[in-house]
């Protein structure tokens, strides 16, 4: 077996609140985790999200957000409602006024979209149609590698892959990517096979292109490591 996405981390103020936000937008169960609060799918979404408490506070745009899919216009608008409902809002990032998605974000500033009706390269997805990154070819092709995840797009330096077994697929649109502005809001947590063992799984991850990076986790029982655009994610002690 080969390392697997567990959680797509995010930072938060109130964790719980959050979750709830997220748990009631996509339909999902809001649970205890060993490091916060988390929202267990229940679709083939395979990753859960983990709301870990934080007082950092957001710098600009964050580097991925949701991408979800709707069925119909009634479809979408009903999943805007939820999320304005639960506390989501509506925001303005540049984008046109002939553009039929709509940019929202949620109780803490994380932007999310609503993906109108049609979309052919989320066609066969589910609720979370991708998580869209901001991101060069280089780093699409490294997570392909670390993850073991087909590329499903490789064009004009815009990557993305997906799970053999479906899923979101994750997007990287290559340049010009914006400046990091301090540690991400949000984070992968890769699982090692229970079998496996941390230093080789960490040590593998580097000779792809993986750094070692101090956020001043001090002394805990997993690895923070940075892909080679600086994005910061942590591999966790095999259980």
């Not at 983990?50 to 991408?67: E, I, L, T, Y």
Request: proline residues 7%; negative net charge.
């Amino acid at each position: 077996m080969t390392t697997r996405l567990f959680a797509l981390s995010f930072d938060a103020h109130d964790p719980r609140r959050l979750a709830e936000f997220w748990g009631g937008v996509l339909g999902f169960e809001v649970a205890a985790d060993a490091y916060g609060v988390a929202v267990l799918p229940n679709d083939d979404t395979g990753f859960r999200l983990r709301f870990v408490q934080s007082d950092r506070v957001k710098a600009g745009p964050n580097q991925m957000h949701f991408d979800l899919t709707s069925q119909s216009l009634e479809d979408q608008e009903r999943t805007v409602a939820r999320a304005l409902e639960l506390g989501g809002r509506h925001i303005d990032i540049g984008q046109l006024p002939e553009e039929e998605h709509v940019v929202l974000a949620d109780p803490e500033g994380n932007e999310f979209c609503v993906i109108e009706p049609g979309n052919n390269f989320l066609a066969d997805c589910g609720l979370i149609g991708a998580l869209a990154s901001d991101g060069s070819q280089e780093v699409g092709y490294f997570w392909a590698k670390a993850l073991d995840w087909p590329l499903v797009w490789d064009q004009d330096e815009e990557t993305a892959i997906r799970s053999p077994h479906g899923g979101p697929k994750i997007t990287w649109g290559g340049p010009p990517v914006a400046p990091k502005l301090g540690k991400n809001r949000l984070h992968f947590d890769l699982a090692p096979p229970a079998d496996g063992d941390l230093q080789t799984e960490v040590e593998r991850l580097v000779s792809l292109g993986a750094k070692h990076v101090d956020i001043g986790q001090g002394d805990v029982d997993w690895v923070v490591l940075a892909d080679p655009d600086g994005n910061e994610f942590c591999v966790l002690t095999p259980r």
